[in-house]
């Protein structure tokens, strides 16, 4: 329990500002092959519960979960492709009123191992 303990603190009791109850953040990775080597998949799972922008607790954020997937591909010895989406479902939420969060994002790359 994220509570402000201060005492004689106008807030005394309230829940402090941005701090949720609960969050749960799990991972799922699995490895085609040699660990490092092979095709590779992931996933992320990100529940955070309701909490308040603000000490006097006038200004809720509503909780939300995330997923982000991702997945990774050697070419070769020396090159890996790989990629990843953030936000899998396009979830609309705030960690701070008034702010919204990247929608659904998609990244794509190479990377490149040297001797």
Same mark, same amino acid.
């Given at each position: 329990?994220?509570?402000?303990? *201060? ?17 749960? !953040? *799990? ?16 996933? &992320? ?13 006038? *200004?809720?954020? &509503? ?26 479902? &396009?979830?609309?939420?705030? !960690?701070?009123?008034?702010?919204? *969060? ?14």
């Amino acid at each position: 329990e994220s509570k402000n303990r *201060t005492a004689d603190s106008a807030n005394f009791g309230n829940d402090l500002a941005r701090r949720p109850r609960h969050a749960l !953040t *799990t991972s799922l990775d699995y490895s085609f092959g040699q660990v490092g080597r092979g095709p590779a998949i992931g996933a &992320d799972l990100r529940m955070v519960g309701d909490s308040f922008d603000d000490n006097f607790n006038a *200004t809720p954020l &509503d909780g939300y979960a995330v997923v982000a997937v991702r997945a990774s591909l050697p070419v070769g010895e020396a090159f890996e492709l790989y990629g990843r989406v953030e936000n899998l479902f &396009d979830e609309d939420y705030q !960690t701070v009123a008034g702010y919204s *969060t990247s929608g659904r994002a998609g990244y794509i790359g190479i990377r490149a191992r040297l001797p």
